[in-house]
């Protein structure tokens, strides 16, 4: 088994759940008010390290607990009109500041993002969130130069006259979505993956 609900352990299993983890189960196993989630072992992480490529079995249970959490939470990965939105992070036995790397907000998309917006009746929100999104994918997942996503969001705020992140509009942050994206295609080779499944599976790798 190479996925964890975070019901199913305690911190005593850091060597194999990771710090953050197993404390998360612990925090579950004493009715703490932890969202569900599961964690992937560092058998599975080691697996890849030494093979390249992720151990037999785990992409099916991954989608078992992601289908677990959908039922959990009421919501759907990927739902247009009220997306399930997830973390990837990683951990490790012993806390490792500056080290370890975060994905937010994976299954938004082209029409997600529009549900979140509903959702939220915030339409700056759910742009921006987009926007972090395929920043930290970019950098993290496909190895982009973070400089490159900074100078954009830099020469967005410019031309809008500001000088924080909160206040761009929601036009001019859809307009930011557009440039990323264009950035990840040119040097990614592929455009940003639309499917919450493979931006999930991705991530994870």
Avoid at 130 to 137: G, S
Avoid at 162 to 184: F, S
């Amino acid at each position: 088994m190479y996925v964890y609900d975070f019901r199913d352990g305690d911190r005593s299993m850091a060597d194999i759940l990771g710090g953050k983890g197993a404390n998360l189960a612990e925090m579950t196993k004493l009715h703490l008010p932890v969202p569900p989630g599961f964690t992937i072992t560092t058998e599975a992480c080691r697996h890849y390290l030494e093979h390249g490529g992720n151990p037999e079995g785990l992409d099916a249970e991954i989608s078992t607990h992601v289908a677990l959490l959908e039922e959990q939470m009421g919501r759907r990965l990927g739902d247009p009109r009220d997306p399930l939105l997830v973390s990837v992070r990683s951990g490790a036995r012993f806390s490792m500041p500056g080290m370890m790397e975060t994905v937010l907000n994976i299954g938004l998309n082209d029409l997600s993002v529009d549900g979140l917006a509903a959702i939220a009746d915030d339409e700056r929100f759910a742009w921006d969130a987009y926007r972090r999104l395929l920043q930290m994918f970019g950098k993290t997942v496909l190895g982009i130069d973070g400089e490159e996503f900074e100078s954009r969001l830099d020469a967005a705020k410019e031309a809008a006259g500001v000088t924080t992140d909160v206040e761009l509009a929601p036009d001019q942050l859809r307009e930011l979505v557009g440039q990323v994206k264009a950035l990840i295609e040119r040097d990614s080779g592929s455009p940003f993956p639309q499917d919450p499944h493979e931006q999930l599976l991705r991530a994870v790798r």
